[in-house]
């Protein structure tokens, strides 16, 4: 009798030991998938309605501005003459913040080297930001909400005896050469984090 009271026990020990020893080991063995869809921001910029990721240069864009005045006529560069060219900024396709920065210069091959980028303005706003010689870049943020945003870069043909590199003759040179005022631009775009 004491045999069979020890089998059943043994029996009884024997199945609780595999029990906790099964249930210890499940807990290691279960498993679980899942996933998940992220969103990607967008990041399209148009630029003059030229797509900036497929084509970088965007010369063919820019067109020079002079308003018709007393003095000389619409579209034509005469000393002391003051134009412009825009930059449209297209962003309807980005979902995301972002900070323009823009650089304006008189390329060394410009025939007109008295030419100055003297300001600008923003969205069609009459007020001038004017730039001074130490400050060369346009820089700004556009907020994810804005579809559209416009720069306009003021050029200005110095005729001035005491800051301009040209004289008269040389002035005069120029216009009978057909010569070019040549405007180098460059514009970055950063996502503002």
């Not at 921001?41 to 067109?63: E, P, V, Y």
């Not at 923003?122 to 720069?151: A, F, H, P």
């Not at 050469?177 to 180098?184: D, H, K, S, V």
Request: proline share 2%; net charge negative; charged share 20%.
């Amino acid at each position: 009798m004491k045999k069979r009271v020890f089998l059943i026990f043994a029996c009884l020990w024997i199945i609780i030991s595999l029990l906790i020893i099964r249930s210890t080991y499940a807990k290691y063995l279960t498993s679980i998938d899942g996933g998940t869809n992220v969103n990607i921001a967008q990041w399209n910029l148009i630029l003059n309605k030229q797509d900036i990721l497929q084509n970088s240069d965007f010369s063919s864009t820019l067109s020079l501005k002079v308003p018709k005045s007393d003095y000389y006529i619409e579209d034509y560069m005469v000393p002391g003459a003051t134009g412009y060219y825009d930059l449209i900024i297209d962003s309807s396709n980005v979902s995301l913040p972002f900070r323009f920065h823009i650089t304006c210069s008189v390329a060394e091959n410009s025939d007109i080297k008295d030419a100055k980028i003297i300001g600008y303005s923003r969205n069609g706003n009459s007020q001038i930001t004017y730039l001074d010689d130490s400050k060369k870049e346009i820089t700004d943020s556009v907020s994810e909400t804005v579809d559209t945003c416009s720069v306009r870069v003021y050029v200005k043909w110095i005729d001035n005896d005491s800051s301009e590199t040209m004289n008269d003759t040389n002035d005069t040179s120029v216009a009978i050469n057909n010569g070019n005022a040549i405007i180098t631009t460059n514009i970055s775009f950063e996502q503002i984090t």
